[in-house]
């Protein structure tokens, strides 16, 4: 008995004759001239249909780096941009920075990846963003780079370093290597002038990347102000949309978008409740006090003046 292929062949043979996709043989076999090619139009379409659910995904077209440069930022944007490529299916991703932090979560389920090591990683995380991360993934992309990044009133950044600190957070915690170390555990009894003073040297590191970062930013990369974002519900949700349209854009589908716009409102500090907004937030007393202290320190907060400045910030 004739395997079922056999018979679809012999019905396109009976019925297109030589010359045409389905005659690839001499001999037609003779079949009912009526039946055509049904198999193989069956066939067509099914490929067809498997190339429409086959859908194209963003990192497919793009290189993706979520760039941070301070704790309030890299929890709120680290957190949206794991629900963000969550909803896509996004399984794979990568880290910039060596070496691995472990007890951080990575953008994706399998994100625990050295970047350098990882050449077909097309999602990249830096949570101490500078400006080699802008430049390498733009040359290894090909220009088909998408980052995004949120920056903070460096005049703020410090002070909410120091009140971090402060209260014990990330103990040991060292700036870059070439920067005054931080005093541990003296931080902890230290007031807000003295505490700055000894941090603000680590913090300038970190400044600076920050800001040559933004300074290099292209079309290529979104910048957004995390004071925007966490000033009410409605600059929050208005952001969460810029960074879905800068990202993905038609590549992703209207149901995608508003389930991924869903999703951020759950890390939207102006609409979560209870302890675990905790993680989020710093004592807001204390950065206010480091806050009004700060021009105090004149040299110091000359230098703060000089990032404000490059970054668009007025002065505080």
Known sequence: MRPAWALWLGFCLGSQGHGSVCSSFAQPLELDQSLECGGLNMLQT?????KVAAKVQPWDVYWYLVG??????TVLLGAVMRRMFRVLGATY???ARLP???WKPPLTTDGMHSCSESP???IWLDEDLCPDSLRKLRNVSRNSMRAVTVIRDPAMMLASAYCYHHSGHEYGKQPAPGRQPWPWPGIMSMGPAEGMASLADGMFGV???MTESVEIAGNDTLVLRYE???RNSENFDYAMGQIADFLFGDLITHAEQSQMLEEAQKEDLNRVTGPYKQIHTNDKICEEEAWSVLPSLTN???????YQQRLGYGSS
């Open 46 to 50: 099914r490929v067809e249909t498997a």
């Open 300 to 306: 110091v907060y000359s230098k703060i003046k000089e």
């Open 228 to 230: 925007n974002i966490a």
């Open 100 to 102: 691995l932090d472990y």
């Open 120 to 122: 077909t990683a097309h």
């Open 93 to 95: 991703s990568c880290q």
């Open 207 to 209: 400044l600076e990347c």
């Open 68 to 73: 941070t440069s301070h704790k309030a930022g």
